[in-house]
């Protein structure tokens, strides 16, 4: 399958401050990433969808001005936590896919936030 | 809408016995169904999918999974485990018309393998 990764794989800040997570695809084109958190023990919880090029779909709940979601080329798409706070502090997983088969839906490592 | 129950939350087994993860959905329009593996500090693998065709499905790893629309279930199995086998399992569903393209995930299953 496809090779997605993510940068940082953990990251520890301060209180207030912001964060950006990086989500490629390093051998196909994703025309579309996903943003999901974890929490300990829970399923993945989908924060938005994001197509190259244009503004992320977000989920209900989910505040599009603390989490800002860039996809503006087809092998990169940033997820910026805005004024951090602890509870904040999760497991952030980011899959691409192509429109074509959204079927094949390729997961990167995943990034470790810790707000302090 | 669709959702997906996963009733265990943890199933411990020994090495080389035969495992079955529970996977149910509910929705109400047709769906393509998929199991995914997470180790540790790791992202999601997957590991078979429900597309069509065949209700029996392999995937990697030893695993299969039957789709059984009138129960709407899709559980997982396989008929002998190992040590590296311990990892958490979702039970995940897209919608099969139109275009939606996010999935639906259960809470997991933690399959723990021991000796």
């Known amino acids: 399958g496809a090779v997605v990764s993510q940068h940082p794989s953990r990251v520890i800040c301060k209180s207030g401050t912001s964060v950006k997570i990086e989500c490629r695809s390093l051998d196909f084109q994703a025309t579309t990433m996903f943003w999901y958190r974890q929490f300990p023990k829970k399923s993945l919880m989908l924060m938005a969808t994001?197509?190259?090029?244009?503004?992320?779909?977000?989920e209900q709940g989910v505040e599009k001005d603390k989490f800002l979601i860039n996809h503006a080329s087809l092998t990169l798409s940033t997820l910026t936590v805005t004024s951090a706070h602890p509870e904040d502090s999760s497991f952030y997983i980011c899959?691409?896919?192509?429109?074509?088969?959204?079927?094949?839906?390729?997961f990167g490592p995943g990034t470790r936030l810790t707000v302090l | 809408a669709q959702s997906v129950t996963q009733l265990d939350s943890q199933v411990p087994v020994f090495e080389e016995a035969p495992v079955e993860l529970r996977c149910n959905y509910s929705s109400s329009v047709s769906v393509y169904l998929f199991w995914y593996v997470q180790y540790p500090n790791q992202g999601l693998q997957l590991l078979l999918k429900y597309l069509s065709g065949s209700t029996l499905v392999k995937g990697i790893n030893g695993f299969e999974a039957e789709f059984n629309k009138s129960q709407t279930s899709f559980h997982l199995r396989k008929p002998s485990v190992h040590i590296s086998d311990t990892a958490e399992y979702f039970c995940a569903v897209r919608q099969s018309t139109g275009t939606a393209s996010k999935l639906t995930f259960g809470t997991g299953t933690r399959l723990q393998v021991t000796l």
């Open positions: 899959s691409a896919a192509h429109w074509s088969s959204y079927n094949e839906q390729f």
């Open positions: 994001s197509n190259e090029g244009s503004k992320a779909t977000y």
